[in-house]
Nanobody, 127 residues
């Protein structure tokens, strides 16, 4: 059974940076698509960035392009989301998710069922 554990959230001022980590256990991620999705207060959950673990192809929503970078460490079975130039509108609970049937597009566009979820980590951008 695949388990995902997020870490790295917190409170940061606008313009600051955070790095989120998603550590996987139970199964290696070789054939999975991994994504970071978020739910802001009063809003629907949305995909932020997704990565194909096998070849590192990635996808970003327009609002985070140029600011966020998704990456993976194969040896550590971990996916990261480096978030720079954070804005108040980035405030949300960020979830790590994994699926063997989703593509990076379908996962980040919430177009396919996602089987595995982490517990979420809060990111608050405020002065």
């Amino acid at each position: 059974q695949l388990q995902l554990v997020e870490s790295g959230g917190g409170l940061v001022q606008p313009g600051g940076s955070l790095r989120l980590s998603c550590a996987a256990s139970g199964i290696t991620l070789d054939y999975y698509t991994i994504g970071w999705l978020r739910r802001a207060p009063g809003k629907e959950r949305e995909g932020v960035s997704c990565i194909s673990y096998s070849d590192a192809r990635s996808y970003y929503i327009d609002s985070v392009k140029g600011r966020f970078t998704i990456s993976r460490d194969i040896a550590k079975n971990t996916v990261y989301l480096q978030m720079n130039s954070l804005k108040p509108e980035d405030t949300a609970v960020y979830y790590c998710a994994a699926s063997r049937i989703s593509t990076i597009d379908s996962m980040c566009n919430m177009a396919a069922p996602i089987r595995y979820w982490g517990q979420g980590t809060q990111v608050t951008v405020s002065s």
